[in-house]
């Protein structure tokens, strides 16, 4: 079973950046599609950068051109580095990863990230 850390959290002033990591126990190449998930406060978890096996990206339109989402295979780790952040990005960052042969999605435990005004 495959487990996801997620780290990185914390509390930024708007304008400035956080890198969040999410630390897979087993080898990530098994996943064909790992992801960031948000969710504020009353509000759905939504998606925020999706990378697939082969590298293809996709963004929430809210972050395009401020976060930046890369996997390492070799570390077996996927990163997003979050740029001029706004209070708006105020959320639990959560790590997704799946895998074709499975009915079920992984979830990491979430990280916190606040932007203060």
């Known amino acids: 079973q495959v487990q996801l850390v997620e780290s990185g959290g914390g509390l930024v002033q708007s304008g400035g950046s956080l890198r969040l990591s999410c630390a897979a126990s087993g080898s990530i190449f098994s996943f064909n599609v790992m992801g960031w998930y948000r969710q504020a406060p009353g509000l759905q978890r939504e998606l925020v950068a999706r990378i697939t096996r082969d590298g293809s990206i996709n963004y929430a339109e809210s972050v395009k051109g401020r976060f930046t989402i890369s996997r390492d295979n070799a570390k077996n780790t996927v990163y997003l580095q979050m740029n001029s952040l706004k209070p708006e990005d105020t959320a639990v960052y959560y790590c997704?990863?799946?895998?074709?042969?499975?009915?079920?999605?992984?979830w990491g435990q979430g990280t916190q990230v606040t932007v203060s005004s």
């Open positions: 997704k990863g799946s895998r074709p042969w499975d009915t079920y999605d992984y």
